[in-house]
C-alpha cells in the first residue's frame, strides 16, 4: 500500500498569509487527490491534482484561493492562499490504487491549519 | 476564535460486544463505497470497501452490509476492543472516476471497559 507524508503536519498562520503543503508518496500513482477536514466534521474532496496539467476543483473550490501543483506521480502541493480563520481545518493528500486484485484509497496524516 | 464543529453521533460499546455503525448515502448511482476508521490526529484508514453489485463482504472482524433499495450502508464489527475507538466514516465514490469520495458525516465509536 502507498505510503503517504504531508509537510508540515500543522501549523499556525496569520491571516492574510499563504501556506504551501507538500504532499509525498512512495511510489508512483496515477491519481492523487486533496480533501479538506474542518474542525469536527467530515471531509470534503476540493481538488483532483493532475500530473501535467491543471488541477479539476470541486464546486466550492477555485484556483485561486487553492492553486494545486502536480509535477510528478509521486509528488503534489497545496496552497491554501490569503488566509482567513474560516480556512482552519485538516488538509488531507490522499491517493487511488488499483490493481488486478485490489482497489484501494490512502489517506496521508494531514496537515493541521489554525488561522488567527 | 475556533469554530465549534459538530457533535458527531456517538455509539458507546462494550469491550468484546458487536458494533454497529450505519449510514445513509445519497446517491442512487453511487457504486463503490468504502468505510474510514479515523483515530484522533490521523488521517482516515481504510477498513473495508464493497461495490453495488454485492450486498455483504467480510473482512477480519469486520463486516459491511449494502442494501441499495434503502440507500443504507453498515459497518458491523465482532468483539470490539479499546482499539477500534475512533470515528468511522463511511464514503461513497462519486462515480465518474474513482477516487472523489463524498464522506458521510462520521460516527463517534467509543469502546468502553
Known amino acids: 500500500s502507498a505510503v503517504i507524508s504531508q509537510k508540515p503536519s500543522r501549523d499556525i498562520c496569520q491571516r492574510g498569509t499563504s501556506l504551501t503543503i507538500q504532499c509525498q508518496v512512495d511510489?508512483?500513482?496515477?491519481?492523487m487527490f486533496w480533501y479538506r477536514q474542518q474542525p469536527g466534521q467530515s471531509l470534503t474532496l476540493i481538488a483532483t491534482a493532475n500530473q501535467g496539467s491543471e488541477a479539476t476543483y470541486e464546486s466550492g473550490f477555485v484556483i485561486d484561493k487553492f492553486p494545486i501543483s502536480r509535477p510528478n506521480l509521486t509528488f503534489s502541493t497545496l496552497t491554501v492562499s490569503n488566509m482567513s480563520p474560516e480556512d482552519s481545518s485538516i488538509y488531507l493528500c490522499?491517493?487511488?490504487?488499483?490493481?488486478?486484485?485490489?482497489?484501494?484509497?490512502?489517506f496521508g496524516p494531514g496537515t493541521r491549519l489554525t488561522v488567527l | 476564535g475556533e469554530s465549534v464543529g459538530l457533535h458527531l453521533p456517538t455509539l458507546s460499546v462494550q469491550e468484546g460486544d458487536n458494533s454497529i455503525i450505519n449510514c445513509a448515502y445519497s446517491?442512487?448511482?453511487?457504486?463503490?463505497f468504502i468505510w474510514y476508521k479515523q483515530e484522533s490526529g490521523k488521517g482516515p484508514q481504510f477498513i473495508i470497501d464493497?461495490?453495488?453489485?454485492?450486498d455483504k463482504r467480510q473482512g477480519q472482524r469486520v463486516t459491511v452490509l449494502l442494501n441499495k433499495t434503502v440507500k443504507h450502508l453498515s459497518l458491523q464489527i465482532a468483539a470490539t476492543q479499546p482499539g477500534d475507538s475512533a470515528v468511522y466514516f463511511c464514503a461513497e465514490n462519486l462515480g465518474d472516476s474513482w477516487g472523489k469520495l463524498q464522506f458521510g458525516a462520521g460516527t463517534q465509536v467509543v469502546v468502553t471497559p
Open positions: 446517491n442512487s448511482a453511487s457504486d463503490y
Open positions: 464493497i461495490r453495488s453489485n454485492m
Open positions: 511510489s508512483q500513482v496515477t491519481m
Open positions: 490522499s491517493v487511488h490504487e488499483m490493481g488486478s486484485s485490489y482497489n484501494e484509497q490512502f
